[in-house]
């Protein structure tokens, strides 16, 4: 009788079938998780990758590998997050031509259980899957950051941004702390206003703050397009008590915050205290209009918040680095602005119709450096044909696309909010830059270089344009009310 003698497998040889093996677990879980095109037409291209869990983006800049895989391979691209296939739309004319032509098609969000259910409970507007909750919740901000509504927010803004010139008047050599202390701190106050009715100022540093940045933070690592967690493609994983306590802890503190926020103008109404016009005065006010629960209107709130912030202050930087990175370009603005506006009185709110030039380098310079790169992500429903002179492609139903090219409802309150600090900082200063020194510009585009524990280079210098005892004199008479006006000169 034939005996087989024990078969004897090396280190190095197990180690290797162990790996085969997994590869034909992952090569199964692909074709059995990853969207199938029934058109047979193929993705668009993608760049070479041998990493296990998808393609590598920087985290400090990603948008910049992106953009050069956009160069070389085409208008769109397909990379890989764990198991998943994300298709990132990198150029105008392909965005228009998904984005809008199909946009019934792509307007559905990823389900994403660790963002979005986990750390977000289901209540983030940028999470929540296309359907009842998503309309009623983006009607709610739609309704109350029309043109006419945030009009009324106009003093507020004239007033810290006056505040702001004479900061910057007292030390015009520190960029990077106007950055994270004032243009934050701009941003913070008016948010806090049109949110929650907070007239009091709201510095960048303070710790409730600084612990609305970690969240921040952690919020927009789990929307990068390279974000993948195991649960996404093993659902079960979220039962283990072991599994995603970070982004559970994530979610409490979150929603300890947002809850809280709501509670504060609740205590306010009930005892009558007059808070003015605020966006969750205006929900408890017409909860029964919009039919969003407490908790889900806590969380629109907050979300309304975290994004205005962080796009607002990130925006007056970028602004404002485009100025002095391209001094020609400054100067042809402030030509325009001596013109309409003159040396001898502030602007105001009242020259933004005469001011085309200035509205037209604000958005060269938004799409320069543009302070959110990637956007939201959508979710293909259907699939999406997309023809070029080199063949057609396919983007598969149920495929995550990154396109940048959605209507924010908070654009005319950020809008408003950056030409105002833009049209009174570059008619008051010339902008420089030190070109002895090194200047990490690209930190701008994720507001990087205002969190308080960044310490890349930024030096721009700033050189007053009028007399300064004439200009502190304009200032300390600029138009505002004095209500709005919490930090004394």
């Not at 510095?203 to 397009?225: C, G, Q």
């Not at 918040?305 to 370009?329: N, Q, Y």
């Not at 492609?393 to 833009?422: E, M």
């Not at 200047?439 to 585009?445: A, C, G, S, V, Y």
Request: proline letters at 6%.
């Amino acid at each position: 009788m034939l005996q087989l003698h024990d078969l004897c497998i090396s280190d190095n040889t197990q180690l290797v079938l162990g790996a085969a093996a997994c590869l034909v677990v992952a090569g199964v879980i692909c074709r059995v998780y990853l969207p199938q095109s029934k058109s047979r037409l193929p993705l668009p291209p993608s760049p070479p990758n041998w990493r296990l869990w998808g393609h590598f983006l920087p985290p400090h800049s990603s948008s910049l590998t992106i953009a050069g895989w956009i160069d070389e391979y085409g208008p769109l691209i397909t990379l890989r997050s764990g198991f998943e296939k994300v298709v990132i739309i990198g150029r105008y004319k392909a965005a228009v031509d998904i984005m809008e032509t199909q946009g019934s098609s792509v307007a559905d969000r990823p389900h994403k259980i660790a963002a979005g259910e986990i750390f977000s409970g289901g209540l983030r507007l940028a999470f929540i899957s296309f359907g009842d909750r998503f309309r009623r919740m983006r009607r709610a901000l739609h309704t109350h950051l029309q043109l006419k509504a945030v009009e009324a927010y106009e003093p507020l803004q004239m007033s810290h941004a006056k505040n702001t010139v004479l900061d910057i008047l007292n030390d015009p050599c520190n960029f990077r702390n106007h950055a994270i202390t004032y243009f934050k701190s701009f941003a913070a106050t008016t948010i806090m206003k049109v949110v929650y009715g907070s007239t009091t100022p709201t510095l960048a540093t303070d710790a409730r703050m600084i612990e609305v940045y970690k969240l921040m933070d952690f919020t927009n690592r789990t929307m990068r397009p390279d974000a993948y967690y195991l649960v996404d493609s093993i659902p079960w994983l979220r039962h283990l008590p072991w599994y995603g306590r970070q982004l559970k802890r994530g979610f409490e503190k979150m929603k300890q915050h947002h809850v809280g926020q709501l509670n504060c103008v609740k205590e306010q109404m009930q005892s009558n205290v007059d808070i003015g016009p605020s966006f969750m005065k205006y929900m408890l006010e017409s909860s029964d209009d919009h039919g969003l629960t407490e908790v889900e209107t806590a969380f629109l709130g907050g979300t309304f918040f975290g994004a205005g912030f962080d796009a607002i202050s990130s925006s007056i930087c970028i602004v404002l680095l485009a100025a002095a990175r391209f001094p020609e370009e400054q100067a042809k603005v402030q030509v325009d602005l001596d013109a309409v506006i003159g040396r001898h009185r502030a602007p105001t709110f009242a020259d933004q119709g005469s001011l085309i030039r200035l509205h037209a380098f604000i958005s060269e310079a938004l799409r320069w450096r543009t302070p959110v790169p990637s956007g939201l992500a959508h979710r293909t429903s259907k699939d999406v044909i997309w023809a070029t002179h080199q063949g057609n492609y396919c983007i598969p139903a149920g495929t995550t696309v990154y396109g940048n090219h959605c209507v924010c409802p908070g654009q005319h309150l950020a809008n408003r909010s950056v030409f105002i600090n833009a049209l009174l900082i570059l008619w008051a200063f010339r902008l420089t830059v030190d070109h002895t020194k090194p200047l990490d510009d690209i930190t701008f585009m994720f507001g990087e270089i205002s969190r308080s524990n960044s310490n890349r280079p930024c030096s721009i210098e700033f050189e007053t344009r009028i007399p300064e005892a004439e200009l502190r004199r304009m200032m300390q008479h600029y138009p505002e009310v004095a209500s709005f006006d919490g930090v004394n000169h």
